[in-house]
């Protein structure tokens, strides 16, 4: 690269918007205007003014108090805060070889400026003087909880070790940024260049909804005319629920499960053996057995054995279901005439005749009404009933793809409660998945911060003039990453640092999964399930056979999920050097649970995002299982009270979850909202693995 973070001249700096007040409503990024050559300059004045303010908390001749050190280090890093927000939405959501390229060298300056930072022991000694005397400062619970928080994190990150450990710990935390960062960058790489061009006689079994997505995807790529299969999950897993043409089932199934593994240079598999050596190493240094019993200390699980023995009670009637649904799935073809044995790539297939057959339900039936606006309105009327916040969509935000849109939140009285950017559509410049991130994070530090709250999806778009149609599955995320976008939308507290989604990583995903439940309720979806030709609602026939089908298929979706959880748990609890072939690692841990042949793992190593485009759920994958513990047991509170609105019941669940973000005790803020700890059952009575498990 021509241009490094040292060479910015002073003039570059003045013009830059990035560096500039953003005359924009309500201060919003002014995404027009910036350019990536914008960012290296940005960053390093982030980075130094950043530095200059730790440089003076930590050298304050005065003694150390809660005001001079803990709320010092929260005002801390506002630039910083401001210009990666911006670029790291960019990186994921649109994306361009430029910003790609900026992206490897800001990855390993991001390290190499919180290092020193986080391993600062005189910082630290501040902060454990603090620490040791916190019941004798007079603290509110928020503040005892941003003390001990502080502490732990910085003691976590290596702050107590000798000079040499340090700088080792220091060296293993940048080559992990940069590998993070390659390991993302090559996933992205194999999702770009593949694609299946669908000609006439390939579409058989497509839905015409399918068909105009497939074209909207060609169109995407410079493609118009054409009809495209991508690597985008969206566009994959339709497409083998429904093709008839198993050849080509079986090109994109194997296409999307190499991502990562096809011995180019997108290749994950190098990465994964270095990530996960450097990892057990770090944990070695901070006295950690392993890296799961590190990660794992500092969560609700808190060790690997708790949470193994989550997953194993799961596994067990999760693999007796799919094992029983194979038989019926390979029955089913040789009812047909079929000569094979069922593969992975005909189980959503042969699985989606079955529910049609048992269940009289198919996705096809219910996707006309499930149209992108209408489960977008009913997200939003859900969050105005349970939480009294509206939503009022403003054209003149900035954003950064014209897909993007934004509404503006307001409160019950009708005063400004901030932003939510909803970005839906697949694109190539976007990573896959679907995920809730922002701009700005709500706190009160020093005035009303308002919340700048994004959700990004990878929806297909409709074509021909037909709007957007969601499978269930869709419908189901958007809710999913809306109740994420609520936790960050409702959050109410004075620190920067426990603001919104900023709790343990098996607590994360409580408010999310439990906002799923409205999606699937009868009220809701007789209200904004309405066809998008006929504006009709959703017949109440087909409500049932939808309602009595979602529990179809559960073993399946168990044991592709749970697969994944326990392989990430073995990758970081065996030694390194078990896995340094990845392949026969995988091989032999899913050869010892008795994984079924015919189920592929929802994330197979080398294109495990999760766990290896950087380090927030490495040894947590579990958590969403660990959350929806939770989830099925919380949504029982409405059932119990006898309505999924109950205003007392949505009460408790705005101040005691959404609203109080990291400020207390996860099992304290549970407990407070349920009344009692989560009941365990919950989860196997809601995948319907209950009676199987009680069978065993």
């Given at each position: 690269m021509s241009e490094t973070l040292e060479e910015t001249a002073p003039s570059e700096a003045q013009a830059n918007p990035l560096?500039?007040?953003?005359?924009?409503?309500?201060?919003t990024p002014p995404f027009a205007e910036i350019a990536p050559e914008h960012f290296l300059p940005a960053f390093e004045q982030a980075f130094a003014d950043h530095a200059a303010e730790v440089a003076a908390i930590t050298h304050d001749p005065a003694t150390p108090d809660f005001a001079n050190t803990i709320t010092a280090l929260e005002r801390s890093g506002k630039l910083l805060s401001k210009v990666a927000a911006v670029f790291y939405d960019l990186v994921s959501a649109h994306s361009n070889p430029a910003i790609l390229e900026i992206d490897?060298?800001?990855?390993?300056?991001?390290?190499?400026?919180?290092?020193?930072?986080?391993?600062?022991?005189?910082?630290?000694?501040?902060?454990?003087?603090?620490?040791?005397?916190r019941k004798n400062l007079g603290l509110t619970g928020e503040e005892m909880r941003l003390l001990e928080r502080t502490y732990t994190r910085f003691h976590r990150s290596g702050a107590g070790l000798d000079e040499a450990a340090k700088?080792?710990?220091?060296?293993?935390?940048?080559?992990?940024?940069?590998?993070?960062?390659?390991?993302?960058?090559?996933?992205?790489?194999?999702?770009?260049?593949?694609?299946?061009?669908?000609?006439?006689?390939d579409r058989a079994g497509l839905s015409d909804s399918f068909v105009a997505a497939a074209k909207a995807a060609a169109d995407e790529r410079g493609m118009a005319g054409k009809a495209i299969v991508t690597l985008s999950r969206s566009s994959v897993e339709p497409?083998?629920?429904?093709?008839?043409?198993?050849?080509?089932?079986?090109?994109?199934?194997?296409?999307?499960?190499?991502?990562?593994?096809?011995?180019?240079?997108?290749?994950?598999?190098?990465?994964?053996?270095?990530?996960?050596?450097?990892?057990?190493?770090?944990?070695?240094?901070?006295?950690?057995?392993?890296?799961?019993?590190?990660?794992?200390?500092?969560?609700?699980?808190?060790?690997?054995?708790?949470?193994r023995g989550l997953l194993e009670r799961v596994w067990k009637p999760a693999r007796e279901r799919a094992l029983a649904d194979r038989d019926e799935l390979q029955a089913l073809i040789a009812e047909e005439g079929g000569n094979f044995a069922l593969a992975p790539w005909d189980w959503r297939y042969y699985a989606e005749k079955l529910r049609q057959r048992k269940a009289n339900f198919d996705d096809a039936a219910i996707k006309p009404y499930l149209v992108l606006d209408h489960m977008i309105e009913a997200a939003f009327d859900c969050a105005t009933r349970l939480f009294g916040i509206t939503f009022a969509e403003r054209?003149?935000?900035?954003?950064?793809?014209?897909?993007?849109?934004?509404?503006?939140?307001?409160?019950?009285?009708?005063?400004h409660k901030g932003l939510f950017y909803g970005d839906y559509f697949a694109r190539p410049s976007k990573r896959s998945g679907a995920w809730m991130t922002s701009l700005r994070d709500q706190q009160?530090?020093?005035?009303?911060?308002?919340?700048?709250?994004?959700?990004?999806?990878?929806?297909?778009?409709?074509?021909?003039?037909?709007?957007?149609?969601?499978?269930?599955?869709?419908?189901?995320?958007?809710?999913?990453?809306?109740?994420?976008?609520?936790?960050?939308?409702?959050?109410?507290?004075?620190?920067?640092?426990?603001?919104?989604?900023?709790?343990?990583?098996?607590?994360?995903?409580?408010?999310?999964?439990?906002?799923?439940?409205?999606?699937e309720q009868p009220q809701v979806l007789r209200q904004f399930a309405r066809h998008y030709q006929t504006g009709e609602p959703l017949p109440d026939d087909l409500l049932q056979r939808f309602l009595a089908a979602r529990k179809f298929n559960q073993g399946f979706a168990t044991v592709e999920f749970v697969s994944s959880a326990l392989l990430d748990l073995e990758f970081?609890?065996?030694?390194?050097?078990?896995?340094?072939?990845?392949?026969?690692?995988?091989?032999?841990?899913?050869?010892?649970?008795?994984?079924?042949?015919?189920?592929?793992?929802?994330?197979?190593?080398?294109?495990?995002?999760?766990?290896?485009?950087?380090?927030?759920y490495a040894s947590g994958y579990y958590s969403y299982m660990w959350s929806e513990v939770m989830d099925a047991d919380a949504f029982g509170a409405f059932e119990e009270a006898g309505d999924i609105f109950d205003p007392a019941t949505a009460k408790r669940l705005h101040d005691d979850i959404y609203s109080s973000g990291g400020s207390r005790d996860p099992e304290e803020a549970y407990v407070a909202f349920r009344g009692r700890d989560p009941e365990p059952d919950a989860l196997l009575r809601r995948r319907g693995l209950l009676e199987t498990s009680e069978a065993a």
């Open positions: 560096l500039q007040p953003w005359q924009t409503p309500f201060e490897k060298e800001v990855s390993l300056r991001m390290a190499r400026h919180w290092n020193p930072i986080m391993m600062n022991a005189v910082l630290f000694g501040r902060i454990a003087m603090l620490h040791e005397n700088t080792r710990k220091a060296e293993i935390n940048e080559r992990l940024a940069h590998l993070g960062t390659a390991f993302s960058h090559h996933l992205l790489g194999d999702e770009q260049e593949w694609f299946l061009e669908l000609g006439e006689d497409f083998l629920k429904s093709s008839v043409r198993r050849d080509l089932r079986e090109k994109v199934y194997r296409a999307f499960t190499a991502r990562g593994d096809n011995r180019n240079a997108n290749d994950n598999n190098e990465t994964i053996v270095e990530i996960l050596a450097l990892r057990e190493e770090s944990a070695k240094i901070l006295g950690f057995p392993t890296y799961a019993a590190y990660r794992l200390e500092d969560s609700m699980a808190k060790t690997p054995d708790a949470v054209r003149d935000i900035p954003v950064w793809h014209p897909d993007v849109r934004v509404w503006e939140i307001k409160n019950p009285d009708g005063s009160k530090l020093d005035g009303a911060i308002a919340p700048l709250i994004i959700n990004v999806c990878n929806f297909a778009k409709g074509a021909d003039g037909q709007p957007p149609l969601l499978s269930p599955d869709d419908a189901r995320t958007l809710f999913h990453e809306f109740g994420h976008a609520l936790h960050g939308i409702l959050s109410d507290v004075t620190y920067p640092s426990l603001s919104g989604t900023s709790v343990f990583t098996d607590f994360v995903e409580l408010p999310s999964q439990l906002y799923e439940h409205w999606q970081h609890t065996q030694p390194a050097d078990a896995s340094r072939d990845v392949a026969a690692f995988e091989k032999a841990e899913l050869e010892k649970i008795g994984m079924p042949a015919e189920i592929a793992m929802r994330h197979r190593p080398t294109q495990f995002g999760h766990i290896f485009s950087g380090d927030h």
